[in-house]
């Protein structure tokens, strides 16, 4: 699976983004999607994820109340919405996923865990 990550940019602290991540070659079809963000001096953070079945959803908590994660229904895109943005917000945010066994219903929340990243796209939050 190949991987675009879109929707980054630049924003004042309190605007919103939605973020994208498209999948080429094949759907998401039983994979878990991640979004992580890795700001510059920081490690990389699971910041939302979402199981294959769309059943199970995992937010940081320093997003929680203010992002939301989606996936679409022709199975090739997954979203990250993001409001109330702070600058804390400001990094390289990154989509992956990862393939699932049918009795795997808990979404996977290890960046290990994940074997197909995408490219990643900037979103700054200036004060």
């Known amino acids: 699976v190949q991987l675009q990550a879109s929707g980054g940019g630049l924003v004042q602290a309190g605007g919103s983004l939605r973020l994208s991540c498209t999948a080429s070659g094949r759907t998401f079809s039983k994979h878990d999607v991640g979004w992580f963000r890795q700001a510059p001096g920081k490690e990389r953070e699971l910041v939302a994820g979402?199981?294959?079945?769309?059943?199970?959803?995992y937010y940081a908590d320093s997003v929680k109340g203010r992002f939301t994660i989606s996936r679409n229904k022709g199975g090739r895109t997954v979203y990250l919405q993001m409001n109330s943005l702070k600058p804390e917000d400001t990094a390289l945010y990154l989509c992956?996923?990862?393939?699932?066994?049918?009795?795997?219903?808990?979404?996977?929340?290890?960046?290990?865990?994940?074997?197909?990243w995408g490219q990643g796209t900037q979103v700054t939050v200036s004060s």
């Open positions: 979402i199981s294959w079945t769309g059943s199970s959803t």
């Open positions: 992956a996923s990862t393939h699932r066994d049918p009795f795997d219903t808990i979404v996977e929340m290890s960046a290990r865990g994940y074997n197909f």
